[in-house]
């Protein structure tokens, strides 16, 4: 996992339907030592000035990624059922973490998915942490 002695701050970004999925992750990452900012715009644009601010933006396909686009951060885009070359962001300042599954993209076939998204389990969490760190590297 992400170590505290890495100087990585971690912010996390969400609406108010997130808050306590947020609150339980920042818990965590404080439990961890790693420094932790929960963040709580109040706006589109104070979302988009804090992504602005970041080294790297890690999402998954929602408006985070779209507002990323409109800046220059570097996008780590979690894409499973959802087809990233339809739904990706608009600019090519960004990585595709995927794990390539058969059954996907899936989202446009059955919009509700198949219950099981194994495509984003799949995308292990040190998958993620190694493209962090390789571009903050530069």
Request: hydrophobic content about 35%; overall charge positive; charged content about 15%.
């Amino acid at each position: 996992g992400l170590k505290a002695k890495e100087n990585l701050d971690v912010v996390l970004l969400g609406g108010r339907d997130e808050a306590g999925l947020l609150e339980q992750i920042h818990l965590q990452c404080k439990l961890r030592g790693v420094n932790c900012i929960l963040a709580q715009p109040k706006s589109i644009l104070g979302s988009i000035s804090i992504i602005n601010s970041a080294r790297c933006l890690v999402s998954a396909c929602c408006s985070a990624i779209h507002m990323g686009s409109l800046t220059d951060v570097r996008i780590i885009g979690l894409y499973g059922p959802t087809d990233f070359s339809y739904t990706g962001p608009w600019n090519y300042n960004f990585e595709i973490k995927n794990i390539n599954l058969s059954c996907g993209p899936c989202y446009l076939k059955t919009p509700l998915g198949c219950g099981n998204p194994t495509c984003m389990y799949g995308i292990t969490v040190n998958s993620v942490l190694d493209t962090i760190r390789r571009i903050s590297l530069r």
